[in-house]
């Protein structure tokens, strides 16, 4: 998802949650310690149902850190998502996801968060063009040229989005 100029992905997703989770789990814990503060019983007949429902909130607390590490780790090492600069006159935006081997070329008109494939590209030993700038990309109106050039010794091979339409909304 793309907002504003802010690609949000795995790896801000799951830090983000895992960070709200915890924030749930220490407000809990400070509510009971508050209550029990101001004499509220603790429920010394219910120990027997207070210990599993503990743990139980421990290994979801743990899990959901575990699931953001690997997200972010996934997220970090996975795609590089590039927003291609200049925008078009009305700010439509040339979106590119750069693999290892190559990547994906999207479209995203103003006022939308999800891009639409229009594309893709090889390269020769992991070249990314985009990171390297070796790409030009011009508009003319909400038509885009769009042309990704390699370096010395690493081949780019475009399949379309040579020209990109902006669709209207």
């Known amino acids: ?21 915890s924030g749930a789990a220490l407000t809990a814990a400070m509510t009971e310690a508050r209550a029990q503060a ?15 429902v503990n743990v ?3 290994c979801v607390l743990a ?24 925008a078009s006159e009305r700010g439509c935006r040339v979106v590119v996801v750069q693999h ?23 390269a020769d030993d992991g070249y990314q063009p985009v990171s390297r ?9 909400e038509t885009g040229s769009l042309v990704l050039r390699g370096a010395p010794g690493m081949q780019v091979w475009q399949h379309g989005a040579e020209t990109v339409d902006c669709p209207s909304r």
């Open 1 to 21: 998802m793309v907002i504003g100029d802010l690609v949000v992905g795995p790896a801000l997703v799951g830090p983000l949650a895992a960070l709200l989770g």
């Open 38 to 52: 101001s004499g509220a019983r603790p429920g010394s007949g219910r120990w027997f149902v207070r210990w599993p």
């Open 56 to 58: 139980v909130k421990a």
């Open 63 to 86: 899990v959901g850190w575990l699931g953001a590490v690997v997200s972010f780790v996934v997220g970090v090492l996975d795609d590089d998502v590039r927003i291609l600069e200049p």
């Open 100 to 122: 290892l081997w190559g990547g994906t070329i999207h479209v995203l008109p103003r006022g939308t968060v999800r891009p639409a494939e229009v594309g893709s590209y090889g």
């Open 133 to 141: 700038a070796t790409f030009d990309l011009s508009w003319t109106g």
